[in-house]
């Protein structure tokens, strides 16, 4: 074990202590985040606040996505007619409400009048925060979803009706999915497993390698949060003989570890057709599946990123007028940069500036919980690590 694996670890089992966790050790609790909720007088965990740090953005990057921005569950969109899912036999039903959804991008839009409408999602300019043309952030994926005649709306609709089972609107991609939480260029399984090394995008986890097909507790040891395992194996070959690649991409979330160490849990979120899941397996079963040959013979390796400066963590801030006039698209959600590799911390300054009006009101503010009457002052950093929406507070 690597000396910082062990320094993680014992920060680990120490905050474990304090929390009086009995029998076990959660990694992720390093990363402990405040609660969302105003205080119910529940007895509830406490964790000592540490700063966030690279591995902890890439977690919650993958979150995001999983979770349409929100807590677990929080966020929906209910499909008004029923199609199925871009290289995927799901079928999504018209009134059925979804509460997660693929990382997104859709073969109709390129062969339709919806071409170069892709929905990918999340690809924000680390450095800029300039989006592509056919970029979507979660708040504007639910909005499109959500509104009759929107070009999503639309899409759906000539899906049915072409009766388009080779990938009607939503697709399954999980490279693009760890690329995201990776904030890197869109990279394929294969690329990872080969020209993202040359390029010093990632390297194998060193205590891993050699250990293909049989991996055991010693490797999950190895492993951080924000590491991936990924497998790209020959589906076929093209008209010219040249081998076809697929495989699968895994982001570790969590490992649990025992009172003894041994590792028991293990938390992971990746892109399985059609969505991007979050599933917890006992580290049995995960090995399992880490050991589990393709029946072209490839094999799931474990890889890190080498350079994590870059990670920055942006979350969707939307404005509720909460009764005062309807507030412009262009204000009504805020894309923020909440924290960064460094540990730097963003402030609501940025958020809170924007004052809306009502008829017969005075704005006093913003504040964090709809039916509160807290505000929040200038200064405020921004605490809350998943989309959340300030509500206005009127006199």
């Known amino acids: 074990m690597s000396i910082k694996g062990l ?6 089992a120490a905050l474990a202590l304090l929390m009086l966790a009995a029998g076990s050790v959660s990694l992720r609790a390093a990363y402990a985040e405040p609660s969302s909720e105003p205080d119910d007088g529940q007895i509830q965990d406490q ?34 007619y029923s199609f199925l899912a871009c290289n995927s036999d799901k079928s999504y039903s ?48 639910l909005r499109c979803a959500n509104t009759p005649g929107s070009a999503f709306d639309r899409a759906a609709r000539a899906a049915v009706a072409a009766n388009a089972k080779w990938g009607a609107l939503l697709g399954s991609d999980c490279s693009a999915f760890l690329s995201y939480a990776w904030q890197i260029p869109h990279m394929t399984t294969f690329m ?3 020209d993202a090394v040359d390029w010093n995008i990632c ?15 010693s490797d999950l040891l190895a492993l951080e949060p924000g590491d991936a395992m990924v497998c790209a194996n020959v589906s076929g070959r093209d008209e010219h003989g040249n081998p076809l690649y697929r495989g699968h991409c895994v982001i570790i979330t969590d490992i649990t570890l025992d009172a003894n160490g041994k590792p028991i849990f293990v938390d992971t979120v990746e892109e399985i057709a059609p969505r991007a899941i979050a599933k917890h397996r006992t580290a049995e079963e995960f090995l399992k599946y880490a050991n589990k040959l393709p029946s072209s013979g490839a094999y799931y390796k474990f890889y890190r990123l080498i350079s994590k400066s870059h990670l920055k963590l942006e979350l969707e801030i939307t404005l509720d007028p909460a009764g005062g006039d309807p507030i412009p698209e262009s204000e009504s959600v805020k894309l923020v940069f909440a924290r960064d590799a460094q540990g730097n911390i963003a402030l609501y300054d940025e958020v809170i500036s924007f004052a809306p009006t009502r008829a017969g009101a005075e704005f006093i503010g913003w504040g964090l919980y709809e039916n509160g009457d807290d505000i929040i002052a200038p200064g405020t950093p921004i605490e809350l690590l998943f989309d959340h929406t300030l509500y206005a507070r009127w006199r």
């Open 7 to 12: 320094l993680k670890r014992t920060a680990a």
């Open 203 to 217: 390297r194998i986890v060193p205590a891993t390698k050699g250990h293909e097909s049989r991996y055991s507790n």
């Open 192 to 194: 990872f497993t080969s």
């Open 94 to 141: 018209a009134g059925q409400a979804e509460f997660s959804m693929p990382y997104s991008r859709s073969a109709l839009f390129n062969t339709t009048e919806f071409v170069g409408q892709q929905q990918y999602i999340g690809w924000v300019d680390a450095d800029s925060g300039a989006t592509p043309s056919y970029a979507y952030t979660i708040a504007n994926f």
């Open 47 to 80: 964790a000592a606040p540490v700063t966030l740090d690279a591995d902890r953005i890439i977690v919650q990057r993958a979150l995001r996505l999983a979770f349409l921005g929100q807590e677990q569950g929080r966020a929906s969109w209910t499909p008004r």
